[in-house]
Nanobody, 114 residues
Framework: VQLVESGGGLVQPGGSLTLSCAAS????????MSWYRQAPGKERELVASISSIGFNTDYADAVKGRFTISRDNAKNTVYLQMNNLKPEDTAMYYC????????WGQGTQVTVSS
């Protein structure tokens, strides 16, 4: 089982990034997928989630209206489009797959700074 995140980096406030998470080794289309983040000294928090076939999405209040989660089950990939980024969005972002078990990626760093 592998979840490989990519797309993180350094961006100025107000900028945009798109994170990708490529999955392999399990039935991707049967798993709910989520993005979590963890800032230094803080607990890991749920950012956004999407149901297995993409009909249902949910967002943390802090990112509603700015972030969009989506998935392509043909490509075994989940995305997180992040717009109007703020310094408080700075964190390590992790991909999560959940059904009967939890799988995690290694994370990708997002830094929002001028």
């Amino acid at each position: 089982v592998q979840l490989v995140e990519s797309g993180g980096g350094l961006v100025q406030p107000g900028g945009s990034l798109t994170l990708s998470c490529a999955a392999s080794g399990f039935g991707f289309s049967t798993y709910d997928m989520s993005w979590y983040r963890q800032a230094p000294g803080k607990e890991r928090e749920l950012v956004a989630s999407i149901s297995s076939i993409g009909f249902n999405t949910d967002y943390a209040d802090a990112v509603k209206g700015r972030f969009t989660i989506s998935r392509d089950n043909a490509k075994n990939t989940v995305y997180l489009q992040m717009n109007n980024l703020k310094p408080e969005d700075t964190a390590m972002y992790y991909c999560n797959a959940r059904r009967f078990l939890d799988y995690w990626g290694q994370g990708t760093q997002v830094t929002v700074s001028s």
